[in-house]
């Protein structure tokens, strides 16, 4: 599987052509599903997905000018026919996978059976983010109810081998702040990355490079 994982979208020009070398065609010419199930738990979240979906967010995903899109949501998975959306997952160029609460994603990427699919799809593109780049880590840190409170270490789904936090020195995410990456660091024992909302990792058979316009900063434990 071929990952880009983002702070807040398709930010800027090195994002963009990041995604369409992955893609290995244009937008117009890839199908897209999107998945916004992580927002749900946020205050205002059915709005916020619906935002997402419609293209109408901060975060440049859904509204790229896919050739098709559909929605993937998580929590239906389990109740319908695993061979409907199976097929559907496997003849998506990309899945947009939307941020919001790391711990519920990570969950119903696991009890949807979507985690399990995942290492299957060698050409699919999967773009994440904020908390939807976070849970491809194999282990996570987070505390967005109370940034002075200790980290909350949890499993992720190990589709890479570092762990990341997004919205690096971001005014509006104390948790991400440089120091506290650097603290969560020291408790992971993986490397970490933080990466601000210009700034995405490009995955590729195991390699990663940075893509950025901003600010990044890798931390060892």
Not at 74 to 95: F, G, H, M, Q
């Amino acid at each position: 599987m071929k990952l880009l994982l983002t702070s807040a979208g398709i930010t800027n020009a090195s994002i963009h052509d990041a995604l369409v070398g992955l893609l290995g065609k244009p937008i117009a010419e890839s199908n897209a599903l999107c998945i916004p199930t992580a927002i749900y738990p946020f205050p205002g979240g059915p709005a916020m997905a619906y935002r997402f979906i419609s293209g109408a967010t901060p975060n440049p995903m859904c509204e790229l000018g896919w050739k098709s899109l559909g929605v993937l949501e998580l929590t239906a998975l389990p109740s319908i026919k695993e061979e409907y959306w199976t097929a559907a997952v496997r003849e998506a160029d990309a899945l947009l996978v939307y941020g919001g609460d790391v711990w519920y994603l990570q969950r119903w990427m696991r009890e949807s059976g979507l985690a399990a699919l995942l290492p299957s799809l060698r050409d699919t593109v999967y773009v994440g983010i904020s908390a939807g780049s976070m849970v491809t880590a194999p282990i996570f840190g987070e505390t967005y109810d109370d940034p002075a409170a200790p980290f909350v270490i949890d499993q992720g789904m190990g589709l890479v081998d570092f762990a990341l936090l997004p919205h690096l020195d971001h005014e509006r995410h104390p948790e991400s702040s440089s120091a506290r990456v650097q603290k969560m660091a020291a408790e992971v024992p993986v490397p970490t990355y933080g990466i601000d909302d210009q700034t995405a990792l490009k995955v590729t058979d195991g390699a990663v490079e940075v893509v950025s316009e901003g600010r990044w900063k890798l931390f060892t434990r």
